[in-house]
């Protein structure tokens, strides 16, 4: 519990940390020393300086938060495991006890971490200032700011004028305060502060000539562990490649050693990365152990040369980037070394899928392509819970595999699929691809949202710009819309270069959201005051940034230049997203909705609002919200799910990308955002378990289905399947409320007309609109097995393997692939009805029959167990709608399977699947009711005198209560005779 709380908790609180840490101390530092010309005290002194803050952020934020982690872990742990020798009430106080015992060890192991990432990048950030002082000693002068001479001389009184020369020692002290005393741990003694001290002329951020003495001694020390094992013969490995390049490993580690030179760690890290491309590998004859002590030796070398103190993590992980791309190319696509090698922080992400997407450029390098499908499925897919790397990180690679998918005629095997599965796990949609620029745009800016490194001044320019507009667009003469006061601010913004390039206008806009969102928290801190009078005080800063986001957005490039506009916008977008998430990762519980949902809403309305010019992006802008809000998805922030579930459901939004959006371009957008949302509640829903929080969601979700049946029913038509593949079995009212949905110019037949002949309604041989390619969801081996049998019955083994293909495992309620049982079910069912309209026939009871369809259909009801048969059955009833064809022949489908049943099991397990949807509330699917009703009334399935239905007192009186609500009329009585009519 201790380990997942300080996993959990340390990435986002080291963030946090260095960024204030290191900001406060460059600025403080250079102020002090920039009349000092020893680049030594100065650096030294930001060491001091930065420990101390980077130590106390990093507690301050995590203490609290990993002293309540480390509990909840902990009682989980103990309530799973511990209940027989533990009693239930002695659990808190243990836990309590232990978490409280432990959680000082905690954060002084995250301070640590903290500690060990700020110093790197302090040097980094103060390496000009190093090398101003060094220029200046090799021309034999003695080095000052010339600013800050001019600065002190006529802005500072004597007696607090700083003097060119050394540091004053009175000064100086402070900063050994900061050495003595950091927080979380006792103070040290002057000696022991000493051996912290950083060795003189050490580089800073870069790697010069030769390596500090503390990077020389952490290579011996990798030198000593190594030699013994790599010499010692007894590697259990065979001779090539692994023991010669073992050897080669150890061989270039002493010359690099004995040479001290930048070019020896270069080749050494070169034969670290190749050995791992080389040596794991899947047909190596060693033991697994044996296997893993050379990933270890090798990845030994890199991590001790990633070391902060050696020569930090970001010149490494380039090297080892560059030893990738320049490999061999019979091992350059080797999927186990580079995962392991993005599992340990090694790879520049960045520059890696620049240069994958580069190989996949026009789809004839197939190995390339091979292992960027691998790398995608192991981490979009398959690990989705690992962090090392998301979609951003593989921007241009998903971009080119998607291209080869959609442009080559025969894509590779999989290919298809894996872009489906991306595409229905909501990570990408199908717009960004065709919109690559503002797409872009929107991830960079959710990337420099991370940034730290911001030029000298710029935090108080933007602080200064910020409340100078928030003042100018509230002043009566700001103009109608603001335009006055706009036009007033864009020259002040000139004034101090802040719209000189884009990377400075992208910091502005950074920093103004973080000041807007700190604003906000700091007056939703305010007990006293009234919830309205909060509000007011948030919106009367947040609504003026987001007019400046909108005339800016709108004032952008020339007033045709739509791409400018739109680029601008999705930047702005990408950064208030990416201060959520981060805000998000830090906060957890403490996180507040408001701020962020009042930039994207009145945002949205702004940009929506009637004008010439923003017309004509009107689609972009629409384009550029689902794409942000696909990324905040319920799943990646949960704490906003009440703000994205109210922006996803506001009248504006929906009204533009279901009814003003041409051509229905929007709703492919907006189903993926629905089936983003249920997929969140599915593992909730599944549990029927709802704590509040979920169950607020969750009638949210029900009322925008509400909304969508009354005002867009076509859509819910059009996109039926793709939301029921999604939403869990149980969820009976969400599903119904789906497929009950028809078309507004469809005049309902009335189900509950006496002798109402379904076969000769005009809409019933109609084929419903079919939006989703449930085809590609069939796996290709599978599918062409499928295609046999359904032509001419062969392979005669496929009906016996048919179970086999759709389990997934032998976990009870998890056995089956359900999106895999409803893609064979539609597929089937739709060449059944194209096999009776080539004969001029209509579905009934007797054409259906006895056919390659109707084979595997009830193969799939007798062979199946019950788990397997429900799901089967559900996949069935979900085409149960309005009038059309798919209705017409699955009605009379499960009627067959009904009338056909070997056992009573199966017919009681039909009833139960069309009678859980008949006792919700309405409303109820039209071709449900006339399949029940059918089925109650005909004489041939003897439905009354079944077991199941008499089985019980309360059993009877509830198929009495249903059978008089669906047929209006009363029923006879159960214990009539058989075979009697039911009319």
């Known amino acids: 519990s201790l380990e997942k709380s300080v996993t959990e908790w340390m990435t986002p609180v080291i963030e946090r940390a260095i960024k204030i840490a290191v900001n406060t101390c460059e600025q403080i ?35 609290d938060h990993l002293l309540q982690s480390i509990k909840n872990h902990l009682k989980h742990i103990l309530i799973t495991l511990g209940l027989r020798v533990m009693k239930l009430e002695s659990i808190d106080p243990t836990v309590a006890l232990i978490a409280n015992d432990n959680v000082e060890l905690a954060c002084a192991f995250i301070q640590k971490k903290a500690v060990e990432k700020a110093i790197p990048e302090i040097d980094k950030r103060l390496n000009v200032e190093f090398e101003l002082r060094k220029l200046a000693r090799k021309e034999g002068r003695r080095y000052c700011d010339p600013v800050a001479v001019t600065y002190q001389a006529e802005r500072m009184p004597e007696p607090i004028r700083s003097k060119v ?23 040290l003694t002057d000696a022991e502060a000493a051996t912290i001290l950083p060795k003189p002329d050490v580089p800073g951020g870069g790697v010069a000539s030769s390596g500090s003495e503390e990077s020389w001694a952490i290579i011996d020390e990798v030198l000593s562990k190594l030699q013994p094992y790599i010499e010692g013969g007894n590697t259990g490995l065979p001779a090539t490649p692994h023991q010669a390049g073992l050897q080669q490993l150890l061989d270039a580690l002493k010359s690099a050693r004995s040479s001290r030179e930048v070019s020896g760690i270069i080749i050494l890290i070169g034969k670290a990365v190749e050995n791992l491309l080389e040596g794991l590998t899947v047909n190596v004859q060693a033991e697994p152990d044996m296997l893993a002590r050379f990933r270890d030796a090798n990845l030994l070398v890199l991590k001790a040369l990633a070391d902060g103190r050696a020569y930090g993590p970001n010149w490494t992980s380039r090297q080892v980037t560059v030893a990738l791309v320049e490999a061999r190319d019979e ?51 398959d690990d989705r819970s690992n962090a090392q790397l998301i979609e951003s990180d593989l921007f241009g690679t998903l971009e080119m595999l998607v291209q080869i998918s959609n442009n080559t005629r025969n894509p590779p095997e999989g290919l298809v699929q894996l872009v489906d599965m991306i595409k229905m796990n909501c990570e990408r949609m199908d717009n960004n691809l065709q919109m690559s620029g503002p797409t872009s745009q929107l991830h960079s800016g959710i990337q420099q949202a991370r940034e730290f490194e911001d030029p000298h001044g710029l935090l108080e320019k933007t602080e200064y710009l910020l409340r100078e507009w928030v003042n100018m667009y509230h002043s009566p003469a700001a103009g109608k819309d603001s335009r006055k006061a706009f036009t007033e601010f864009v020259q002040h913004m000139n004034l101090h270069g802040l719209l000189k390039t884009d990377d400075l206008i992208t910091r502005f806009f950074r920093m103004s959201t973080q000041m807007c969102v700190d604003l906000c928290y700091r007056a939703l801190a305010e007990q006293n005051n009234a919830p309205s009078l909060v509000r007011a005080k948030c919106f009367h800063t947040l609504d003026a940034f987001v007019r400046l986001i909108a005339l800016l957005v709108k004032h952008s490039g020339d007033q045709q230049n739509t791409i400018t506009k739109v680029n601008l916008l999705n930047k702005v977008l990408g950064i208030v997203a990416g201060v959520l998430l981060i805000d998000h990762e830090v906060r957890r519980k403490e996180f507040q909705q408001v701020p962020y949902h009042r930039i994207f809403i009145m945002l949205y309305l702004e940009l929506n609002a009637p004008d010439q010019i923003l017309e004509n992006i009107n689609f972009q802008v629409l384009t550029a919200y689902c794409n942000m809000l696909n990324i905040l998805r319920p799943s990646k922030a949960p704490g906003f799910a009440y703000a994205w579930l109210e922006i996803v459901s506001h009248r504006v939004f929906i009204g533009r990308i279901l009814s003003l959006t041409q051509g229905q371009k929007g709703w492919p957008m907006y189903s993926q955002l629905l089936t983003a949302l249920f997929k969140f509640l599915s593992p909730f829903l599944r549990n029927a378990e709802l704590a509040k929080p979920v169950q607020k969601l969750y009638r949210g979700t029900l009322r925008v289905l509400l909304v969508l049946l009354h005002d867009f029913p076509e859509f819910l038509c059009d996109y039926h399947y793709g939301f029921c593949d999604v939403i869990p079995p149980n969820c009976i009212q969400m599903r119904n409320l789906i497929l009950s949905a028809f078309p507004r110019s469809m005049r309902l037949p009335d189900p509950f007309t006496p002798n109402l002949k379904v076969d000769m309604l005009p809409e019933i041989s109609i084929a419903p609109r079919m939006v989703t390619n449930f085809a590609s969801m069939i796996k290709p081996n599978f599918k062409k097995d499928l295609d046999s049998y359904l032509k001419n019955r062969t392979p005669v083994s496929f009906l016996s393997e048919l179970r086999t293909n759709l389990q997934v495992s032998n976990d009870p309620g998890m056995r089956y692939n359900i999106s895999m049982i409803n893609a064979l079910v539609m597929y089937v069912g739709t060449q059944a009805i194209q096999y009776i309209r080539g004969k001029n026939l209509s579905p009934s009871m007797s054409s259906i029959a006895h056919s390659s369809h109707m084979d595997i259909f009830q193969n799939l009801a007798v062979d199946m167990d019950t788990e397997g048969r429900y799901l089967f059955l559900n996949c069935i009833a979900n085409q149960l709608r309005y009038p059309n064809s798919h209705t017409h022949y699955f009605s009379c489908l499960l009627l067959y399977l009904f009338g056909e049943a070997n056992t009573e099991a199966i017919q ?43 089985c019980a007192p309360e059993i009877q009186k ?23 009519s039911t009319d």
């Open 29 to 63: 530092v250079k102020k002090d020393f920039s009349l000092d010309h020893d680049e030594n005290r100065m650096r030294s002194s930001a060491h001091k300086m930065v420990r101390n803050l980077a130590s106390g952020m990093a507690m301050i934020t995590c203490r």
């Open 165 to 187: 020369g050394q540091f004053p020692a009175v000064q100086a002290k402070v900063y050994e305060e900061f050495a003595r005393n950091i927080p979380g741990f006792k103070p």
């Open 331 to 381: 091992i350059k696509w080797n999927i186990d070394a580079v995962d392991i090698l993005i599992r340990s922080q090694l790879v520049n992400l960045f520059d890696y899928d620049k240069f994958l997407a580069a190989c996949l450029e026009g789809g004839s390098n197939p190995a390339a392509l091979h292992f960027a499908m691998l790398l995608a499925k192991i981490y979009l897919i």
């Open 908 to 950: 009681e397990q039909i009833t139960r699947v069309l009678l859980e949807r008949l006792i919700v509330n309405r409303p109820h699917p039209w071709g449900l009711l006339i399949t029940f009703i059918e089925l109650i009334k005909n004489p041939t399935f003897k439905f009354w005198s079944h077991e199941f239905v008499q």
């Open 958 to 980: 509830l198929f009495e209560s249903v059978a008089k609500s669906c047929m209006v009329a009363s029923q006879p009585r159960i214990d009539q005779p058989e075979g009697q």
